[in-house]
């Protein structure tokens, strides 16, 4: 169970480089197991969720060569099975994209069903209404998910709920269907776009992506044969960014793309933060003598605010001037770290899906879990900001989705030891 100890209290300055984004990384590499030929991906983050996914590439057949620093040439063309059943499965979430993936592959797939992150219920219903749309026949016995199709067929699909996992999933199940498919209510996330665009250079012919409706005509072949860089990650780069109005810093955050991050610059102007954007990076900072003043969020489906950013800036509110509001309406139970901010002296009351912040309580360093991904990062946050020493144990849940995170921390000047170092 590896930890952090953080020392707060210290101003956190300078540049941090972003690197490739997760969630795009997990759907382009899972839409390479679709095509009829090879292809090479780069800008891959270097993090272990991808590395449990390659694996699980290799462990159904699929030819796996590291060609360097998050950079992989794929061969879908040697997967020999369509049965997806290893403990790995259970490591991530993004091993259900497998499901339209081999369906596509093979008009079937066998897949143990997903892990993933512990905030509240995980349902694949969309998917499995997608794929049934397509033409094919679901069932989910003793923890199996198990999907056939005589033949795949384009239809329409509306997604009750916007989700990005059925929308990528439906996309890869109907990339190389018979006829067209439009999904309805799509989610509109700049890593929906990013596996579009793969799966066009690729071959494919998918329009609409990046809006709610996307469509796809069906093509029977998808040569590959290509390269494609994946997107920087839009959540690493809010986390850094973060971290500027945090600790009174000034950070610059490189290889972003600025439109990707306005769903949070915008809400850090209205907390008083200075953000200047480039070509290619964005630099945050407070302005001499300025107050940071607390506001309300509400998370949503993109271009609102991210989900993945929400327990990140309910820290950020605690050292704000005021009383901030968050509202998570992605997630049913997202707030389960605000028991250890509370234990760090934070001032909050949660009304189901709201929770009240009441800044300028001061932090305190204390011995807490990073139960997740986003929440774990939060509570090193929160470790910076607090005076002390924190500790933040289980941070292999950090690691699966943060590449280089305490280097990135260190350079920063951040005061954070891992134990046992890696
Ligand atoms: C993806 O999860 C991300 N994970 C999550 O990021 C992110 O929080 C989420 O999208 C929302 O942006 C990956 O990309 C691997 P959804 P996903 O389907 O696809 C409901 C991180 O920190 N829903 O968009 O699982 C669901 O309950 C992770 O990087 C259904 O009802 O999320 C939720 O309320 C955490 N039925 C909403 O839709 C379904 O079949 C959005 O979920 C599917 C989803």
Redesign the pocket.
Known sequence: MPSYFVEGGHRLSGKVAIGGS??AS?AVLSAAMVLDGPCIVDNLPQISDLETLLEIFQEIGATVERLGPGRVRLDARTISTHEALSENIRQL??SYYLMGALLSRFNKVALRMPGG?DFG???????LKGFQTLGARTDIRHGIVFIEADELTGGGIFLD??????TVNIMLAAVKAKGKTVIDNA?R?PHIVDVANFLNAMGADIRGAGTDVIRINGRPYLPGDREYSVIPDQ?EAGTYMLLAPLTGGDIEVTGVIPKHMEPLTAKLEEMGVVVEEGDEHIRVYMPEGGRLSATSFRTM?YPGF???LQPQTTVVLCMAEGTGRMIEN??ENRFQYIDSLRMMGANIIMSGRLAVVQGGAPLTGSHVDARD??AGAALVMAGLAASGITEVYNVDRIER?YEFFIDKLKRLGARIQRSPAL
Request: charged share 25%; proline share 10%.
């Open positions: 997760k969630n997990l979430r993004g992150c219920s995980r349902p694949i219903d969309l998917h709920t916007v989700s990005v996992g059925a989610a996330e959540i489906p991210p989900t993945d992605v997630w991904l986003r989705g």
